[in-house]
């Protein structure tokens, strides 16, 4: 066992302090997954790791003021939490960082394919909304999606009315992309709900971007009407 222990022990010493990992997170065979259990569990009685919830821990930092164990940040809250529900952070937390809105949430929204009801992780308020398009595997694209999300979301950015938050989008994330990134979102803008398709098409007009514009507007049904909130200038 002493052995076996010492193995599990040095590969969580390998997991940087503050990060949230799971049994996934350490290699062991299927059938010591009890004896893993009662390896953390005395990590936990002995405070060398703090439980998040059930099968989640991490590696506590020692405050360098003597303020003691560090609790883990919001952060590495929120990046456990998009890993273990396959999703990824949305709404007003997200639109605040993209300097859409000034105010700060209350509740944290993240995007996942089968949304699930409204829960609490420690001091966190989740809810759960529906997400178009899959996990996105790299940085690029997931700004690019959130994008999206904010012109989904155009009428219900808080502290911003339609109108500010089409001229804010468009000018820091739209009208700064490359011609592959526009390509990019044009593509990703197809899983979209026409709506969104219709307001980006206007944005990609405004920047004289008139075939990917042209691209859009081909998805489109003719006959459909939109009630924007919004003037193009």
């Known amino acids: 066992m002493q052995p076996f222990k010492s193995n599990i022990v040095k590969q969580i010493e390998t997991i940087p302090e503050g990060r949230i990992f799971t ?41 360098s003021l ?26 007003a937390y997200v639109y605040n960082k993209m300097s859409l809105t000034q105010q700060v949430p209350s509740v944290i929204t993240i995007a ?5 009801r409204p829960f ?9 909304v529906k997400a178009y398009i899959d996990l996105p595997g790299d940085n690029e694209t997931l700004h690019l999606i959130q994008i999206l999300d904010a012109i ?35 593509s990703l803008a197809m899983a ?5 398709r219709k307001i980006l098409s206007d944005m990609l007009e405004r920047g004289n971007n008139q075939d990917l514009r042209e691209q859009l507007i081909g998805m489109i049904c003719p006959t459909t009407r939109f009630d924007l909130s919004y003037k193009i200038s």
Do not use: W
Request: charged share 25%; glycine share 6%.
């Open 112 to 116: 996942m394919r089968y949304p699930v």
């Open 152 to 186: 989904k979301d155009l009428k219900y950015i808080p502290g911003a009315s339609p109108q500010t938050a089409y001229e804010r989008i468009f000018s820091l994330h739209v009208s700064v992309l490359s011609k592959s990134k526009l390509e990019r979102i044009v």
């Open 120 to 128: 609490r992780f420690r001091k966190l308020s989740i809810e759960c």
């Open 23 to 63: 049994f996934a997170d350490i290699t062991f065979p299927r059938d010591k997954f009890a004896n893993v259990a009662v390896i953390l569990s005395q990590l936990t009685k002995e405070q060398k790791l703090i439980r998040v919830e059930r099968g989640a821990y991490y590696r506590p930092k020692q405050s």
């Open 192 to 196: 979209y709900p026409p709506r969104v």
């Open 66 to 91: 003597g303020l003691g164990l560090l609790p883990v940040y919001q952060d590495e809250q929120l990046s456990y939490l998009t890993r273990k529900l396959g999703g990824y952070l949305t709404g």
